[in-house]
């Protein structure tokens, strides 16, 4: 925003600010907070905290000092802008999702040669967990991780660990494990999705799947068509039992096939058209195939009579195409309207406009500083002022007192 648009809504920004950053004891922690979000917001090139302090006309070290060394909760803060940006998206869905943060240097927090959706390749980065409530109009972050590589478990890193201030409880865990954990923070302050979707770095791993499933969430997640599956009708053999050692599980007799296979054995025809989004010049529509099928895989859930449950597969199958190009799963009920599931299927076309303007506009990945908690500061603050904006553009005639 430049100068005059910021002064345009300086009410509001204050008010906003008041509220954000009200479980801040200390006067100047709130004032800092409210510094570093005019900062986020004013126009600039790079959201660093050098720039932002020349454009303030303030001493960079006071927003160093308030990232790095000062002690206030992130967790409250965080908690504010969830329930706040519920409040102001009114989701339809959550979204998981991570995205890279490019390094040059090794110092920072979580660094390493890693594979980044961002970069499209391996690449010298950090990666963000984030969770984000959506609707077909507008989505904010809630909650953000950073993720850690295994590599910074290691005994050689304890110098680098320390110089980055990295909690001694805080280690290597997989991304999928990160949302979970931030699923069940949002939980603890009383927010839950009415549904989640991811894409196939999260639908594909089991462990995330039954994690959901354990917390009683609805889900549509993105998988590969290689997952394994039995058919609909497919029942499991109670085999006989001997009289010795424990009784025998049932088990299917029938060979699970991948879900591709499913797909090409119903065919196209089986399938239909379907409307998932309004797009700005024409509606978004494809051929989808929607079968009830019982995943099968390495780890299965299957019910005390061996029965393993029925879930959604939902395939996209483009005019011209040979056969699917994209698949999805989801224990959504089974009478849920097929466009409900393909809208919710499609639902992570917001995150990555989120994404966009977080970092282009808001300094998202500008961050140098090295520490952890800095790390995580800096993501929560940069969520404030995409809040703030997102708010403005939901009610951009709110008056503004003098």
Known sequence: ????????????????????????????????????????????????????????????????????????????????????????????????????????????????????????????????????????????????????????????????????????DEHHRPKWRLALDMLDELAGIGLRPAALVADAGYGANADFRHGLEDRGLGYVLQVKGEMTAHREDAEPHQPTYGGLGPRPLPRYRTRPVSLREHVLT???????????????????????VLLRVRLAGRRPKPAEDGTIPLTWLIAQWPEGEDEPTKYWVSNLPAAIPAKDLVRLAKARWRIEHDYRELKTALGLDHFEGRSFTGWHRHVTLVTAAHLFLTEQRRTPKAPARA
């Open 1 to 168: 925003m430049r100068a005059g648009e910021l002064a345009a809504c300086r009410v509001r920004l204050e008010e906003f600010t008041s509220e954000v950053f009200a479980p801040l004891i200390r006067r100047d922690q709130r004032e800092k907070g409210a510094l570093y979000v005019r900062g986020l917001l004013l126009e600039g090139r790079r959201k660093s905290m050098q720039p932002m302090a020349e454009r303030l006309g303030v001493d960079h070290q006071q927003l160093q000092q308030f990232m790095t060394s000062s002690t206030w909760p992130v967790q409250d803060v965080r908690a504010r802008l969830a329930w706040r940006a519920v409040r102001a998206v009114r989701p339809q869905v959550w979204v998981v999702d991570d995205t890279g943060f490019p390094k040059d240097g090794r110092a920072s927090a979580g660094v390493a040669r890693q594979y980044s959706g961002t970069l499209g390749k391996v690449g010298n980065c950090q990666i963000g967990v984030s969770v984000h409530a959506a609707s077909d109009t507008a989505s904010c972050p809630l909650a953000w991780r950073l993720f850690l590589p295994q590599s910074w478990d290691g005994s050689d890193m304890a110098g680098r660990r320390k110089a980055c201030r990295i909690p001694e």
């Open 266 to 288: 119903a065919g196209r025809q089986q399938g239909r058209s379907v409307v998932w989004r309004k797009g700005s010049k024409a509606a978004l529509s494809s051929h989808f």
